[in-house]
């Protein structure tokens, strides 16, 4: 009996996805802002909704999210990105339809516009980065800012006498009835990453079955203003950020556990 | 015998942070500390033998820079059972 010799075939495991263009992002080495940014890549592609895709843009470190999705994208004043994504979702309903925002804008500014577009159930999704800290504006304490935590304007640390304690979003968004998908997690190791690739997934599910209001919250590392290395910034994630900040489905609509 | 595999770094996304170094289970990446990118960085290269394609280092590049590629399972394959 012969048997014939195959030569080994080459596959691709991991390339860079579609929806991203060729430029190089601005965000510090190490930043999990560019994970972030490439899980929703690939969602869209997986679930091939590039075309149909409207992206929001906030204020902060990920203003220039614009740059880097290879789609329809639009920048919204400063925490103002659900106000504007409920415009547009309004006005193009077969749109799909996604905010990306970071902790200063999503939970300080933005916090009227959060609250609401959760409460009218607005059928849109949201990317929501937390990294317990204002990024662009030189690493100022942010309303997540963990107790204790030394930043440029709480040189001894964040005092809950003075400046409160942090702010839980998915917690307080859990609430809205018109809330569909609420979920934590985390990107602090190649697991986690996973999960919170599918939680992403799940997020524009939510959307295109039309069953509400969607965010994913990822705790994500700031390495140039936590002032560590970016490996040591991952472990101030898991050691640090989440017993603050538990991973977890806050509010999941029955009809996507099916 | 192991999977073989291997990984191509791209230069001008590659900013040197050094995630893919500790997230390699083989721990076969390393910085390129004799070579700078156009951007100024030590970009990751392979440093041995032992990648397995298991893309671990893709999935926590911040920069998608890289590129993972395997040589697909080799199953000797049977004659067709004929006489």
């Known amino acids: 009996m012969m048997t014939t010799p195959v030569k080994p075939e080459i596959q691709v495991v991991y390339q860079r996805p579609d929806s991203f263009t060729d430029l190089t992002t601005h965000y510090c080495p190490g930043c999990t802002h560019g994970i972030a940014h490439r899980l929703v890549a690939e969602v869209i592609d997986e679930m091939g ?6 992206g929001v843009a906030p204020v902060g470190c990920s203003v220039f999210a614009y740059k880097y999705f290879n789609m329809d994208f639009v920048e ?3 925490g103002r990105a659900p106000a504007m994504a409920t415009g547009i979702k309004r006005v ?18 933005g916090m009227a516009e959060i609250i609401h577009a959760a409460a009218r159930g607005e059928n849109i999704t949201v990317i929501f980065i937390n990294n317990a800290i204002y990024g662009m504006t030189g690493g100022q304490m942010a309303p997540t800012t963990l107790p204790g935590m030394k930043t440029t304007s709480s040189p001894f640390g964040r005092d809950v006498e003075l400046s409160g304690y942090p702010v839980r979003m998915c917690e307080i968004l859990a609430t809205m009835e018109g809330a569909g998908y609420i979920v934590r997690r985390s990107l602090h190791d190649a697991k986690h990453i996973r999960q919170a690739k599918k939680a992403i997934r799940l997020a524009f599910e939510t959307q295109e079955r039309g069953l509400g209001f969607a965010m994913v919250e990822l705790l994500s590392s700031c390495p140039t203003n936590w002032e560590i290395n970016p490996h040591e910034a991952l472990d101030f994630i898991a050691e640090r950020m989440v017993p603050v900040f538990p991973l977890g489905d806050y509010k999941v609509n029955e009809e996507l556990k099916h | 015998m ?3 595999g291997w990984i191509e770094v791209h230069d001008l996304h590659c900013k040197g942070c050094a995630l893919c170094v500790s997230a390699c289970p083989q721990d076969v990446i390393s910085l390129d500390m004799e070579r700078l990118t156009p951007k100024g960085y030590h970009p990751a290269h392979l440093i041995a033998d032992g990648c397995t394609g298991c893309a671990i280092c893709a999935i926590v590049c911040p920069d998608a820079a890289i590129t993972v590629y395997r040589e697909a399972p080799v199953h000797p394959q049977k004659a067709p059972a004929s006489a």
């Open chain 1, 92 to 109: 193009l309903p077969k749109n799909t339809v996604f905010t990306y925002q970071g902790d200063g804008d999503l939970a300080s500014i």
């Open chain 1, 49 to 54: 909704l590039r075309e149909k895709s409207i």
């Open chain 1, 76 to 78: 919204a004043a400063h």
């Open chain 2, 2 to 4: 192991p999977v073989k």
